[in-house]
């Protein structure tokens, strides 16, 4: 709908995104689609130079408040909006750090990819990362056939009749140490 108030159809180029800054000065929906497109963009670039996703937030916070504070005055004739949303946010981050150009040298997780597009935002990544280090700390505190018993039904997908087999134990006997083991994890995390 705001793409129709500035009179731009969907090609979502750098004068698309230079007219809906214009507009976002007085139309909130224009400053929200702003938001939307920019706000994975700059966190990602943040997170990638500080490896902090509290120290992020807390810069892209501001980032997006000095964004809206001047969005007056960005002028189309001078640069695409994304390199003024960017020379922003390198603003900040000199401000912040006290130099010109700042990159934390502690190593992304393995796993851990803020430039693949088709992975979960880094915040989300951090957050099932964080959860299954707490995970596996939980299955450490529990007996070694409780592990085994929980590992061969949901990790391997065996039947308690499987499990038994598997481990000199009755199906019976196998359900029990199972609820057993789902109630002491549950209590753990």
Not at 15 to 30: K, M, N
Not at 86 to 97: D, E, P, S
Not at 112 to 123: G, H, M, N, V
């Amino acid at each position: 709908m705001t793409a129709k108030i500035i009179g731009i159809a969907n090609n979502k180029n750098s004068e698309y995104w230079g007219r809906l800054a214009q507009a976002a000065v007085a139309d909130e929906g224009a400053f929200t689609e702003l938001y939307e497109h920019f706000f994975p963009r700059i966190y990602r670039h943040l997170l990638g130079k500080t490896k902090d996703s509290s120290l992020t937030d807390e810069l892209v916070s501001d980032i997006f408040v000095k964004m809206y504070q001047h969005l007056k005055d960005y002028d189309p004739a001078k640069g695409a909006f994304s390199t003024w949303l960017f020379r922003i946010a390198q603003n900040t981050m000199n401000k912040y750090y006290g130099s010109k150009a700042y990159t934390a040298h502690v190593p992304w997780a393995e796993e851990f990819d803020p430039a693949d597009p088709a992975q979960e935002t880094p915040e989300n990544q951090y957050l099932t990362q964080e959860r299954s280090e707490e995970l596996q700390a939980a299955l450490m505190r529990l007996t070694e056939r409780e592990r085994k018993i929980l590992e061969m039904t949901y990790w391997l997908n065996m039947k308690s009749n499987e499990v038994g087999e598997a481990l000199g134990l009755a199906p019976s006997s196998v359900r029990v140490a199972l609820r057993q083991a789902r109630e002491k994890l549950r209590k753990l995390l």
